[in-house]
């Protein structure tokens, strides 16, 4: 079974549960290990009908070489936060939604004796007329020469205004 | 979990400090690359070393290895580079990009251009492997012998070989196991390797 699972992994096969298991063992196991070089063998026997390099071996080497090497680390990638899942995922909701209501309340309170004072006016003022009677224009004096007199005018109101200005100019320039 | 994916987390752990994924990525690529720079160097000692530098080479670059390409292709490119370096450093003319492209490199898989230049002892122990997957091949049963040519000769996904053999996806893993440790059983006792030499 454990060999069926590398088989698959081999063939990019595998599921995650079952991927994860083989790198375990890949890494804890020398006979995983040959086993899965066996498999890749095997599939470039295979595929190479001439068989060239098939006796190549170069795995051991390589790791003596690789002994007097630094192990190498690379900075681990920045990995894009992905939402929470489950009832994690209302946390920054319900967070916000409890600052604004902390906010709102402060800003009530605050505002509370203010608003009051101003409101009890307004609770007494007068009720406004459902049914405002017509304005009556009083009409007396100076004023009721001149609306007596507009009629007698020629045309708009500017033309009384015109001919004055015209008979004045024609007195000082001795036309008349 | 694709052989991209399969790659893609050798390297991350041996970013993490794993030597030994690393060792799996050369037990994986090595014949590859070697068959790789065959078209570029005649001499199969000189191959074997050019292929360990551009290993070695790789494994120092890959905390800078971010997954753009595939890793064989990275591997592949490491390793032209390298023999053209080393070609150019003997005083030989090294192969222009249109002899060897590292995107060529899959190509390479029939060999059909390789010239045969292995030593002898290469050579007899590449025949022996040959000769022993042949035969184990021919012994399988036919329904293992099938499935695992259409995985590993004609590349088809475990689903399309369930289709195509009228079987449960989990009869075609069976199969292609049974199959491989088959193979593998012949191949052992050829192949032993004394546990001081394990890595």
Redo the contacts between chains.
Sequence with gaps: MK??RL???V??????QD?ASV?RE??GE?SV??????????????????????????????????ES?P?????RRQVLRTAPAGKDRWLPAAAAVAGVAVAAWMSFSLLAPARQEVARPMAVAAPVANDPKPVQLVVGGEQAYYMAHQASTIGAPIGGVAQYIRTVGDEQTGMR | ??????DQ?LVE????????????L???Y???L??LL?RMIRDPAEV?DV??EA??KA??A????RGESAFYTWLYRIGVNTAKNYLVSQGRRAPTSTEVEAEDAEQY????L?R?N?TP???????Q??ET?NAA?QALPEELRTA??L???EGL??DEIASMMDCPIGTV??R??RA??A??ER??PM?D?APD???
């Design positions: 060999n069926e088989s698959a992994w063939d990019g096969e595998a599921d995650e991927g790198m890949l890494a020398a290990r040959q086993d899965c070089e066996l498999f890749w063998l095997i599939g470039d026997a295979l595929r190479s009908p001439q068989q060239t390099g098939l006796g190549v071996d170069l795995t051991a080497r390589i790791m003596d070489a690789l090497e192990t190498v680390l690379a900075p | 979990m694709s052989d991209r994916e399969i987390q752990r041996v970013q993490r400090g794993d030597k030994q994924a690393f060792g799996l050369v037990s994986k090595q014949r590859k070697v068959r065959s074997e292929a360990q290993f070695i494994y120092r890959l905390p800078n290895f898989e029939s060999g059909e390789l045969d292995d002892e290469r050579l007899m122990q590449t025949r492997i040959g997957v091949m695992i040519v995985r590993e000769i996904s475990y893993r069976s292609i196991f491989r440790e193979i593998a191949l052992r192949l390797v030499k394990r890595w």
